[in-house]
């Protein structure tokens, strides 16, 4: 099983190199032709062409676009990916200072995505050719149809207006300063002792990660059911109940079993969209993550930061593929025997 694993593992290692090195290409070359001066917004009014001429050639953009693209590789390959032109800062470091937040918007919202959709994925296939199964489809049907972006303003409604109890904006109580020590507040807030500003960083994270759960969860309802009533009909399942056992256990133990690998496959390939979801969502809500610096990024015609936060996006994606690879192993019987 470690030598699958570990084959799994390195072929897309391989792979992810010239993905790698194609994505950044693509971007590189794509923001270099775009009708936009990356420069307009460090220039004062006043500027005249041979100051901007002189920014341009300290900056590196009077250079030839493949040579220019070349220089930033090979810094890249040293972990330096450019100087941010709006933030007059690293790109490394500020994609190390937003993201923490953007993956643990993500992550709690696959979480409660998995809680919704589960029960309700197997309540859909108990529902199976009942009377009810008509008004469960509608149900999940209504909820697909809202987007993640409607459901935040749906939910700031609800729980920040209407009934004001959570919070909609922000990462944590005003009052409340990060450690600083992982990037993850809830992580951070907890090992420094401060249950009080957790506690407030958690109600910050609710409404978020619940509309990009309920923007996720139907998706994966439906292909779980699916799934369901596919494994319902295998021989074995037909095997277990000759052998007496309750159709609570057949279920639990051996249909969702086998049901739950096209499922797990399609949370890893569907992960992008929920990413990206993230990263409008942070903008409704003003979480400070990717998202919102992504925004600054495109609104300032910031080139290197724009093309950092693609490839951190990239890398992601690439992970989060080896990591779904690699449960499919696990969980797959038949590759456990090759």
């Known amino acids: 099983m470690f030598q699958i694993i570990s084959a799994i593992v390195l072929r897309r290692l391989v792979l992810a190199i010239p993905t790698l090195l194609l994505l ?41 676009i493949p040579q220019q693209f070349a220089i930033w590789l090979w810094a890249a390959l040293n972990g330096n990916l450019g100087l941010s032109i709006n933030f007059r800062q690293p790109v490394a470091h500020l994609m190390m200072a937003a993201l923490p937040a953007t993956l643990e918007l993500t992550l709690t919202g696959l979480v409660l995505a998995l809680v919704i959709s589960i029960p309700g994925g197997v309540l859909a296939f108990v529902l199976y050719r009942r009377r009810r199964e008509t008004a469960a489809d509608l149900a999940v049907a209504l909820m697909q149809s809202i987007p993640s972006f409607l459901w935040s303003l749906l939910l700031i409604v609800a729980f920040g207006v209407l009934w004001p109890v959570l919070p909609f904006s922000g990462r944590v109580d005003p009052d409340v300063t990060l450690p ?15 249950f009080r500003g957790w506690l407030g960083a958690l109600s910050h994270l609710v409404l978020p990660a619940l509309a990009l759960a309920l923007g996720f969860a139907p998706l994966v309802i439906r292909v779980l059911r699916s799934s369901l009533i596919e494994a ?74 724009i093309q950092g936060i693609a490839l951190i996006f ?8 080896i990591v779904v690879d690699v449960l499919y192993a696990v969980l797959n019987p038949r590759m456990r025997n090759l």
């Not at 499922?263 to 969209?273: E, R």
């Not at 990239?314 to 593929?321: A, F, K, P, R, Y």
Request: charged share 15%.
């Open 24 to 64: 950044s290409l693509v971007v590189f070359f794509v923001l270099r032709i775009l009708p936009a001066d990356p420069l307009a917004m460090l220039l004062p009014a006043s500027a005249t062409p041979a100051d901007a001429a002189a920014l341009r050639q300290q900056l590196g953009f009077d250079k030839p």
């Open 180 to 194: 600083g020590l992982t990037g993850f507040a809830l992580i951070d807030l907890l090992l420094t002792g401060q």
């Open 232 to 305: 319902a009909s295998e021989p074995h399942v037909e095997v277990a109940r000759l052998r007496g056992l309750s159709e609570g256990r057949i279920l639990w133990r051996h249909i969702l079993k086998n049901a739950a690998l096209p499922t797990i496959t399609l949370i890893g390939v569907q992960f992008g969209f929920l990413f990206g979801g993230a990263l409008l969502v942070e903008m409704i809500f003003g979480y400070p993550g990717i998202g919102n610096l992504m925004v600054q990024a495109v609104k300032a015609n910031d080139l290197p930061l």
């Open 314 to 321: 990239c890398v992601l994606m690439l992970s989060i593929t």
